[in-house]
């Protein structure tokens, strides 16, 4: 069956900067190429995408779940707010 506007836009675009963990250390870097996967595992045509991006001054594959559009949302993510 057909999908139904896939690949959608990516919400991060080439020229964005994003935040991530690299090698433990907090980074910014910028989106240099997407890649989107579509894979429709229930034969209909709503389909499933996945989002992978390569950032400028690094050699992996990152998927759109490892990275954040900005530093406030990075903190957010990567610290365990405790209550006291």
Same mark, same amino acid.
């Given at each position: 069956m057909a999908l139904a506007n896939k690949p959608a836009i990516t919400a991060l675009q080439v020229g964005n900067f994003v935040w991530f963990m690299y090698n433990s250390v907090p980074v910014k870097a910028k989106i240099i190429k997407t890649i989107s996967d579509v894979? $429709?595992? $229930?034969d209909d045509s709503s389909g499933v995408q996945s989002n992978s *991006? *390569? /950032?400028e001054g690094y050699y992996e594959l990152y998927p759109s779940s490892? /990275? *954040?559009s900005t530093r406030?949302?990075?903190?957010?993510a990567t610290t365990a707010a405790t209550p006291v």
């Open positions: 894979s $429709n595992p $229930n *991006y *390569y /950032l490892k /990275l *954040y406030d949302a990075f903190i957010a």
